[in-house]
């Protein structure tokens, strides 16, 4: 078991950074792929970003390719999603995740067992 809690979101305008933090308690977080979500009102939610157990292996979403960064520091428990260059079409709930099961990493939300409650990020024009 793993728990997630969020944390960083906020308001900033485009072009601008900003950093979200996943701490993890329970089983270490070496045990398990993570990953970033989102999701924003009236919308499915959405794959952001993912780091094997490692965190030599990474994923990204088309739409945040060159622009979000995840990382992970397993002594700490923690992940990162470092983001620049923020959108307008950033805004959302920003949601982390963790895989035990799974063998590599992957897109798909169902596949991840366990959730944190999210961070809004707003970003404006």
């Known amino acids: 078991q793993v728990q997630l809690v969020e944390s960083g979101g906020g308001l900033v305008q485009a072009g601008g950074s900003l950093r979200l933090s996943c701490a993890a308690s329970g089983r270490t977080v070496s045990s398990y792929h993570m990953a970033w979500f989102r999701q924003a009102p009236g919308k499915e939610r959405e794959f952001v970003a993912a780091?094997?157990?490692?965190?030599?292996?990474?994923l990204y979403a088309d739409s945040v390719k060159g622009r979000f960064t995840i990382s992970r520091d397993n002594a700490k428990n923690t992940v990162f999603l470092q983001m620049n260059s923020l959108k307008p079409e950033d805004t959302a709930v920003y949601l982390c995740a963790a895989a035990a099961r799974l063998g590599r990493i992957t897109v798909h939300s169902n596949e991840y067992a366990y959730w944190g409650r999210g961070t809004q990020v707003t970003v404006s024009s």
């Open positions: 780091a094997n157990r490692n965190g030599d292996g990474r």
